[in-house]
């Protein structure tokens, strides 16, 4: 693991740094309280299609999940987001619009990938005393729970996710990747027995709502709910990053947090 | 319009009454401010099955909406149920076997009678001064939304409405009630224009998940939002409590109250 960058602003230490795996190089981002040590919870953010790990929402959710609870967070750049591009990825325009062409979409190989990445990254970030093996929490919504579902799914000590914005795709999905896709989730969502938060638009224009309810019904959990909102696909409303602040310090910090 | 009682606890002003409509005793509560003027906006409160208008979270939320808001809040007994019936309608258990029991389903007449009522109720109290004619909200779960359903689609002074744990029952259903309620909300349903907070169990046991997301779908408004929690039917988190007051107090005034 190496250090990329730091700096300290009203009691929250942020990060950058890089690590390998499995022959990639992992480009990540860690936000911990300026001072003392854990463990304490460690919050996972996977970012949207489009966007990187220091995406504005991202940074205010880890940011808040520091101040407030004296939590971890962290975020890796997504498959052929962010760092992981020779261009640094800061363009949404031109990243969203390569994926839409198709010349990047999803990768079949890319879920586990990010999984591995995901827990390389957590392994190095918990083996720093001011983080340490407290549990886990996940938050991603679209791409963020393309990639959060399978993660999830696999890492029991994931004790609390919050997921949505990304479904199911139908069965009569005829295009390869959404076939593809919906094989995984149906094979993912049965196993996530933890916490979930989803968060779902009436109106979402990439992913329709029918697919997002398919998801939530096909997650094992026994405390799963659903906030459904007008509005399009990125017009979710930020109470909902309210909400799911709470929702996460719910779970990890039973008795309060710090 | 007869007041049958009166009291005064921290800061809001309690009181009890009956008014005639069509030949029927309408029984109520209203919660005000304790000193003060309207106009204000005055929140309508219908109360579930087996309970009556002063319900222990039908008077809680009226004196938060009081107490935070210096809105107005009224109850009154659905047919059938509190101070209609000889006995008072306190005793949940008892009102509550004879619904299931079918000897007092929902009569065919009641849903309009009801709005009847509630018309009469808000004539009465916009004419006290310390309620005035500000807009209207409403809030009723269950047997309040059965209930809500057709008094929020005819009556466009409501400007806010939080419904849930009722819904649509499907075409195939075949008792004879269920036929009629499923026509009766997909003629009223698709009439409410309003914003609207719809709340629904995944676990219910009484109304299937399938009706309430298909009240949801049916409702017109273009803002509508659901929130989907897990349990059982009567067991909806305090939380959505909050936010329902929020989501009123957010439409009704939206420079933020008194």
New interface residues.
């Given amino acids: 693991m190496r250090w990329t960058s730091e700096i300290s602003e009203r009691g929250v230490r942020d990060r950058g740094f890089t690590l390998e795996c499995e022959g990639r190089t992992v480009p990540g981002a860690v936000w911990t309280p300026a001072e003392g040590a854990g463990p304490r919870p460690l919050v996972l953010l996977g970012h949207g299609g489009g966007l990187h790990k220091r995406a504005d929402y991202i940074v205010a959710l880890a940011r808040r999940l520091v101040r407030h609870h004296g939590f971890a967070a962290a975020a890796i750049d997504g498959p052929d987001h962010g760092d992981r591009r020779p261009d640094g990825g800061l363009d949404f325009e031109k990243v969203w619009a390569e994926r839409l062409s198709r010349r990047a979409a999803p990768r079949p190989e890319a879920a586990g990938e990010l999984t591995a990445d995901w827990l390389a990254t957590v392994a190095a970030l918990q083996a720093l005393p001011e983080v340490g093996g407290g549990p886990l929490g996940y938050w991603g919504l679209s791409m963020g729970t393309l990639y959060g579902v399978p993660l999830v799914a696999s890492e029991p000590r994931v004790e609390v996710a919050v997921l949505g914005l990304m479904g199911i795709p139908p069965e009569d999905a005829d295009e390869a990747w959404l076939v593809q896709l919906r094989a995984q989730m149906l094979g993912d969502a049965p196993k996530i027995a933890c916490p979930v938060f989803l968060i779902a638009q009436?109106d979402d224009e990439l992913v329709p709502l029918e697919n997002v309810?398919r998801l939530?019904a096909a997650i094992a959990s026994?405390?799963?709910?659903?906030?459904?909102?007008?509005g399009l696909h990125s017009a979710f409303p930020a109470e909902e990053i309210d909400y799911s602040e709470a929702f996460l310090a719910k779970h990890l910090a039973p008795a309060g947090g710090k």
Wanted: hydrophobic share 40%.
């Fill in positions: 009436a309810l939530f026994r405390d799963k709910r659903l906030h459904l909102n007008p």
